[in-house]
């Protein structure tokens, strides 16, 4: 099972980028999907994370600027970041619970993508 994470980039203040994660694999299901982000000198922290159903959840800290969207067929997710800030500059981990039989979870992780917003 392979998690592969793309979109990352330099961007101005106020701009906008896509990030994208696609899961690849003998995979059975997936139910949770999320992405982190790990800045210099902090601990890693959930961005936004989305079930299978769609129930979404974001940090306060992006609330009303990102939106997190995923395609259970094709099994990506996408994180649309917008007004983005210089303090949104990290290392961003896509991360899902994977199902490779029934009922039996794990947590696999992604590639890391550098966001670097300028200000």
């Known amino acids: 099972v392979q998690l592969q994470a793309s979109g990352g980039g330099l961007v101005q203040a106020g701009g906008s980028l896509r990030l994208s994660c696609a899961a690849s694999?003998?995979?059975?299901?997936?139910?949770?999907m999320g992405w982190y982000r790990q800045a210099p000198g902090k601990q890693r922290e959930l961005v936004a994370s989305?079930?299978?159903?769609?129930?979404?959840n974001y940090a306060d800290s992006v609330k009303g600027r990102f939106t997190i969207s995923r395609d259970n067929a094709k099994k990506t997710m996408v994180l649309q970041m917008n007004s983005l800030k210089f303090e949104d500059t990290a290392v961003y981990y896509c991360?899902?619970?994977?199902?490779?039989?029934?009922?039996?979870?794990?947590?696999?992780w992604g590639q890391g993508t550098q966001v670097t917003v300028s200000s």
């Open positions: 989305i079930t299978s159903g769609g129930i979404t």
């Open positions: 991360n899902a619970d994977i199902a490779l039989m029934l009922g039996r979870y794990n947590k696999y």
């Open positions: 694999g003998s995979i059975f299901s997936i139910n949770v």
